[in-house]
C-alpha cells in the first residue's frame, strides 16, 4: 500500500467533509486555534528551559543561548518540511502516514514502528521530570521514589484526560497556554525593570567553561546547545491532530508554523532576560534550580512561586500532548492493521472519538522505564536523540519522492520552488544533529547497562520490529501490494477532499 502514483493519497483516504467525524472513529472538535495551542504546549517552551536551563548553562555559561538561534535556523528547513506534508495530509498516525504515501509500504511500516516508541519515550521523559517543577513549588526534598511516584501520578493523570477526549483537552490546552504567555511576559517584564542588569557582553562570556573558543566548543555541542535540541521538536503535533482539527488542511500547517514562531520568541525573549538579569553567575552555576534564582533575587518570594506553579501546569500539559500524539499514532497504525493486536488498540469510544485501548497500553508502556531506570537524564537524552534519527529519515524519504515529482496534488501550503532545495537543507540539519545526540559521550548519550542509551532506545524496538516484520508484517504489506490499485483510487475519489 501507500507507494507515490499518480494520487499522493493513501487508498483509505481519512478525510472527511468538515463537520461530520473522521473516519475510524476520532472526531474533529479542535479549532485551529486548538490545535495550535496543542502543539506549542507539546513543544513546551517554558517548561523546557526550565527544565534544563542549568544543564546547558552549566556546559556553556551564558554564551550556552547561542544555541537557541542556530538550532532555530536548521529546525525551520524541518518545521517547513512540516507545515507542507501536515497541508497534503493531515492525518493521525502522521509519521506512519507521510512515509508510506512517499515511501511505499515497508518504509512507512519501519518509520512508524519507530516513530511510535520514540513517541513513547517522549512522554515517558515528560513524565519523569515532572518532579523539577513541584518539588521546589511545594518545598519537597527530592528522592529517587517521590520523582518516580510524581511521574507515575502524572501519568495517571494523563491518561485520564484522554480517557474523557479530545473536547475537554482542547479547550483546557488554550487556557492554560494563554496563562503560560501572561504569567511568563509579566516576570520578564519585571525582570527587566527590577532585576540586575549585567552588561550585554554576558551573552559571550563562557563563565570559565573555556578559556578559549575552541575549548568552548566541545562542551557547547555536549551540551549548551542541548536545551535548544530539547524544544526545538515535535512540531509535527499539528499534523498528528490533524484528523481531529476543524479544515484540518489550512489549520494544521498554521499551527506548525505558529508554533515554530511562538517558540523561537518566547524562548528567546526568556532566555535574554534571565541571562541578563543573573545577580552572579558562579552561584547560578552551582544552584539546583537556576531559573528560581534568578527570579527570587530580583522580585518578592511569591512571583517566584507563581512562576513555579505555572512551569507545574506547563509540565503536566506538555506531557499530555506527548502521551495524546503517541496514543493516536497508536491508533492509526492499528487502525491500518500494522501493529500486533490491532483489532483491539484500534478500538474507540462511540460517538466520542476517544481510542481507549491505545490509551491503556501506551499508559502501561510508559511506566516501565520507570522500573529500568530512575534517571530523568538517561530517558530526557535518549528520546531526543531518537527523535532527531526519524526525523533524518523522513526528510530523506520526502526529498527521494520530491525528485520523484511529488508533490502532484494542489495543498493549501506549499514549498513550490524552494521545496528541493529547504528539503536538502532539512536532510544536512537533522544528520548533522542526529550524530552530534549520538555521539560518544556521557552527557547526551550517557551509557546505561554497558550500552549508551540511545543505542538501546534505538535498538530494541527495531531489533523486535525486524523480528515482527519478518515474521507477520513482510506477509501483510505484500498481501496488501496485490489489492488492484483501482481500488485504492476509487476508495480516494468516494471519500472526497476535505471541505
Not at 517547513?80 to 502522521?94: D, K, N, Q, T
Not at 497556554?177 to 516576570?187: A, D, N, Q, R, Y
Not at 469510544?349 to 529500568?372: E, H
Request: charged letters at 10%.
Amino acid at each position: 500500500m501507500g507507494t507515490l502514483g499518480r494520487s499522493d493519497r493513501l487508498p483509505g483516504d481519512y478525510r472527511p467533509d468538515e463537520g461530520t467525524p473522521a473516519r475510524g472513529g476520532l472526531v474533529r472538535a479542535l479549532t485551529g486555534f486548538g490545535n495550535w495551542a496543542m502543539t506549542y504546549s507539546g513543544i513546551g517552551v517554558s517548561a523546557g528551559l526550565f527544565e534544563l536551563f542549568g544543564f546547558s548553562f552549566g556546559f556553556s555559561g551564558p554564551a550556552m543561548i547561542w544555541g537557541w538561534p542556530l538550532v532555530a535556523v536548521g529546525t525551520l528547513t524541518v518545521v517547513l518540511m512540516w507545515a507542507e506534508l501536515s497541508s497534503h495530509y493531515p492525518y493521525a498516525g502522521v509519521m506512519y502516514k507521510w512515509p508510506t504515501i512517499l515511501g511505499g509500504g515497508t518504509t512507512g511500516w519501519f518509520t512508524g514502528w519507530l516513530y511510535l516508541f520514540a513517541n513513547i519515550a517522549l512522554a515517558t521523559s515528560s513524565f519523569a521530570v515532572v518532579w523539577l517543577g513541584f518539588v521546589p513549588l511545594l518545598g519537597l526534598t527530592y528522592t529517587v521514589k517521590l520523582g518516580v511516584l510524581m511521574a507515575l501520578l502524572t501519568l495517571v493523570v494523563c491518561a485520564a484526560l484522554n480517557l474523557i477526549g479530545i473536547k475537554l483537552l482542547g479547550p483546557l490546552t488554550e487556557r492554560a497556554v494563554l496563562l503560560e504567555l501572561t504569567v511568563v511576559g509579566l516576570v520578564l517584564i519585571l525582570l527587566l525593570i527590577f532585576g540586575h542588569h549585567n552588561s550585554p557582553a554576558i551573552y559571550v562570556s563562557s563563565a570559565g567553561t573555556g578559556a578559549t573558543f575552541g575549548k568552548w566548543l566541545p562542551g557547547f555541542l555536549g551540551g549548551g546547545m542541548f536545551v535548544a535540541l530539547w524544544v526545538f521538536y515535535f512540531f509535527e503535533t499539528a499534523g498528528t491532530l490533524g484528523e481531529e482539527t476543524l479544515t484540518a488542511s489550512k489549520n494544521a500547517p498554521r499551527a506548525v508554523m505558529r508554533s515554530f514562531i511562538a517558540t523561537f520568541i518566547v524562548g528567546g525573549l526568556t532566555l535574554l532576560v534571565f541571562i541578563l538579569a543573573i545577580p552572579h553567575v558562579g552561584a547560578a552555576m552551582k544552584s539546583s534550580s537556576p531559573i528560581v534564582y534568578i527570579i527570587d533575587a530580583a522580585l518578592p518570594g511569591a512571583f517566584g512561586k507563581i512562576y513555579l506553579a505555572v512551569i507545574c501546569l506547563v509540565i503536566l500539559l506538555g506531557a499530555n500532548v506527548a502521551f495524546t500524539a503517541a496514543t493516536r499514532h497508536m491508533y492509526s497504525m492499528a487502525r491500518d492493521n500494522q501493529l500486533p493486536f490491532s483489532s483491539f488498540l484500534s478500538r474507540t469510544r462511540p460517538g466520542a472519538g476517544v481510542p481507549w485501548a491505545s490509551v491503556i497500553v501506551v499508559a502501561v508502556i510508559s511506566a516501565i522505564p520507570f522500573i529500568a531506570s530512575q534517571s530523568f537524564a538517561v530517558i530526557v537524552t535518549g528520546a531526543t536523540a531518537f527523535f532527531y534519527a526519524i526525523y533524518f529519515g523522513v526528510m530523506v524519504v520526502t526529498l527521494r519522492a520530491r525528485l520523484r515529482g511529488w508533490p502532484r496534488e494542489p495543498a493549501p501550503f506549499s514549498l513550490g520552488k524552494w521545496g528541493i532545495p529547504v528539503n536538502i537543507i532539512a536532510v544536512v540539519w537533522t544528520g548533522v544533529m542526529a550524530v552530534n545526540l549520538f555521539w560518544f559521550r556521557a552527557a547526551t548519550n550517557p551509557v546505561f547497562g554497558g550500552l549508551h542509551v540511545a543505542f538501546w532506545m534505538v535498538g530494541a524496538p527495531l531489533a523486535v520490529g525486524l523480528a515482527y516484520w519478518a515474521l507477520v508484517q513482510r506477509r501483510r504489506l505484500h498481501e496488501a501490494a496485490r489489492v488492484p490499485a483501482e481500488t485504492g483510487a476509487t476508495e480516494a475519489s468516494a471519500t472526497g477532499a476535505e471541505g
